[in-house]
């Protein structure tokens, strides 16, 4: 791979969630653009490095949240990092850009890259972000503005797609006002703090993988290893990342059915598979049990796929992927309805792709949901971290799309506990947080035993 350099982390030790020494007094003003989870948790554990970070969004409710020292999501440990940076004065949001670039050393794009119609990413909101940074950068700055992009995007994306719009409105000085990266970052949803100081790896993308300074300073501090590479490995290593846990869950889930319908024990089954570290690599997103879904792992498989088409590759297991998910969701909801009495009471525990949070998007809870309520079963759903009023963007988008009956499907933890159901279907660990009696047929569709 040209320009790959790996080095260790380079200051070990234990993670603190505030300003400390190791910065040295040398601070960065940073810019966030898109304060959805990847750019809000950004903005908190870069200012609780000691940072001044600027957040900027269309959206005003989150530019008002921020304004106000709370989180615009939830992730557990982001509101008292927030708060704690909004209180020293280190963060602060803008829904418009007027000359907060003028002194900023970094600018990070975590905008969102949906899906679109044929599967590739709508990449309208990278243009659109592109071109507002453009227009308000200086080009006699006396030093370039680093430029970092973490939205999930088609290799070639920087060099095609920014690079002309930063050129078109800079012109030559483009080239001394813009340190052009691509960062892609390795977060997931309910340990995103945990994740940001302690990565898997950093990946740090940019033209000919010469070393950036300012990124450099940004990640210092955090042991892990560093690869400064070419803008295009670093473009892919997100789909190659996400493709790959798409595909250890798919093939869990397919040989779990198998075992199940077999009436073989998936669990021993698959204590016996990850007990081969040698080959079988490692037992993460190999548990039978849960679909994929999320923001992450769908749209990058669909997008692959696009690529891959759009290239005349040839990837069946790729896309069989999306298939294999779907396929899953529907074995989960006949094991869950087995024996169920037409218009029984149903209660679901877990309505988020994940427990501790409360991102909707594509999630197979909302899917489960859907099909019960279809079914024809009276359906109750517990989840304390979604609150209706508190969805926005695409989060709100989908929920509504699929269920557009949200509102009323809601209940309290006292409600759940207090009504009597035919079965309870749990999608995650939840369930646990509910006195049920001793009689309460729980179908626990996050694990197949």
Request: aromatic share 6%; proline share 5%.
């Amino acid at each position: 791979m040209p320009g790959l350099l790996l080095r260790a982390g380079r200051i070990p030790g234990t993670l603190a969630y505030r300003v400390g020494s190791r910065f040295g007094g040398d601070v960065l003003k940073v810019a966030i653009f898109g304060l959805g989870y990847v750019g809000s948790t950004a903005a908190g554990c870069i200012a609780s490095q000691g940072h001044t970070v600027i957040g900027v969004d269309v959206s005003a409710a989150k530019v008002e949240t921020l304004n106000a020292g709370r989180a615009p999501v939830y992730e557990p440990g982001l509101e008292e990092l927030i708060a704690a940076a909004h209180a020293d004065g280190r963060i602060s949001a803008v829904a418009t850009l007027t000359d907060e670039l003028d002194d900023c050393d970094l600018a990070v794009v975590c905008v969102g890259t949906p899906s679109g119609v044929d599967g590739a990413h709508n990449m309208s909101y990278i243009a659109q972000v592109t071109r507002s940074i453009a227009t308000a950068l200086k080009p006699d700055r006396t030093k370039p503005l680093t430029l970092a992009y973490r939205s999930t995007m088609r290799p070639g994306s920087c060099e095609n797609i920014i690079w002309p719009i930063l050129e078109s409105h800079l012109g030559d000085a483009a080239a001394s006002a813009v340190e052009l990266v691509y960062n892609p970052e390795f977060l997931r949803e309910a340990s995103a703090i945990e994740d940001y100081f302690h990565p898997p790896k950093i990946v740090i993308g940019t033209l000919g993988g010469k070393p950036s300074a300012t990124m450099a300073k940004l990640h210092e501090g955090i042991e892990a290893p560093v690869f400064e590479v070419g803008l295009r490995e670093a473009e892919i290593t997100k789909f190659v990342d996400n493709s790959w846990h798409a595909v250890k869950v798919a093939f869990a889930n397919e040989i779990g059915r198998v075992c199940q319908n077999l009436g073989i024990s998936a669990k021993t089954v698959h204590e016996i598979f990850v007990s081969d570290t040698k080959l079988n690599i490692s037992p993460h997103y190999t548990r039978p049990g849960g679909a994929f879904g999320g923001s992450c792992l769908p749209k990058d498989v669909r997008a692959l796929q696009y690529i891959a088409a759009d290239t005349g590759s040839a990837t069946h297991l790729v896309d069989s992927l999306l298939r294999s998910n779907e396929a899953h969701k529907h074995h989960q909801f006949v094991k869950a309805t087995e024996g169920l009495a037409p218009g029984a009471k149903v209660l679901l525990v877990g309505l988020a792709f994940k427990a501790e949070t409360d991102d909707l998007r594509e999630s197979p809870a909302v899917d489960m949901a859907r099909k019960l309520l279809e079914a024809g079963y009276d359906l109750d759903v517990y989840d304390p971290h979604i609150a209706p009023e508190n969805l926005v963007g695409q989060n709100l988008g989908y929920a509504y799309s699929l269920l557009p009956q949200i509102d009323d499907l809601l209940v309290a933890k006292e409600e759940a506990e207090r009504r009597d159901y035919a079965v309870i279907v749990a999608t995650n660990r939840l369930v646990g947080d509910l006195a049920l009696g001793a009689g309460t047929r729980i179908v626990d569709i996050s694990v197949i035993a």
